[in-house]
């Protein structure tokens, strides 16, 4: 069965390093989605993409954030600088193509992220 | 986009039914209601979606009540694999999906 890829599945780094996640969606998947989930809350959405092009980023912290899926298939997302309050799970999930009708997403592993 | 209300908590006992419920009383005509579910350090897993017609696959089934303003979500025969919290979720705009903090279901053996 398909599955979403990450990597990596841990970080550990130091506040005001930068970071990258990479997402590998399902293939064929047009949609691509970055969550945010903060310990004992639920999943919340970062950015999504509709093949390269950002459909909605505005819970993406600009300002440190930044997001990318330059070929419309695998994904980045990135944190310059780093801080304290940004340990979390990131978590990357895929759909076929926003559209008409239900667009279930699969979701990836995650990558947990702690800074020090 | 609509809210959904669950329960915090939840326990079942092994090889027993698991009935969870949901609120989502705001819900509009064309929305459709999701269920997944995140075992503790894992990604969301996706159960089941329905839009008015009960559904059913090889994980659970979806009962959505004819208002749609609820739906339940049930778990046949549960083990201790599906502990796990269950998020219930109305589809917005643009297919986003706003995860609550869902219901903590514990299987007790």
């Known amino acids: 069965e398909a599955e979403v890829a990450q990597s990596p599945r841990y970080k550990i780094t130091e506040k005001s390093q930068a970071v990258a996640f990479w997402c590998d969606p399902i293939s064929g998947h047009a949609t691509l989605y970055w969550y945010r989930q903060i310990l004992g809350q639920g999943p919340e959405l970062l950015v999504q993409?509709?093949?390269?092009?950002?459909?909605?980023d505005s819970q993406l912290p600009k300002d440190r954030f930044s997001a990318e899926r330059l070929k419309g298939v695998d994904s980045t997302l990135k944190i310059q600088p780093a801080e304290l309050g940004d340990s979390a799970m990131y978590l990357c999930?895929?759909?076929?193509?926003?559209?008409?009708?239900?667009?279930?997403?699969?979701f990836g592993p995650g990558t947990r992220l702690l800074v020090l | 986009d609509a809210k959904t209300t669950q329960p915090t908590s939840m326990d079942c006992a092994e090889g027993r039914a698991a009935n969870l419920p949901c609120n989502h009383s705001t819900i509009s005509g064309n929305e459709y209601v999701y269920w997944y579910r995140q075992i503790h350090s894992q990604g969301p897993q996706y159960i089941i979606h329905g839009l008015k017609n009960n559904e059913t696959n090889e994980m659970a089934s979806l009962i959505i009540t004819e208002d749609r303003k609820s739906s339940t979500l049930i778990l046949p025969h549960a083990t201790l694999r599906d502990t796990a919290v269950y998020y219930c979720?109305?589809?917005?705009?643009?297919?986003?999906?706003?995860f609550g903090k869902g219901t903590l279901l514990t299987v007790n053996p």
């Open positions: 999930a895929s759909s076929l193509r926003a559209g008409t009708g239900a667009q279930t997403q699969y």
């Open positions: 993409f509709q093949d390269e092009s950002v459909v909605d």
């Open positions: 979720i109305v589809e917005g705009s643009n297919y986003k999906l706003t």
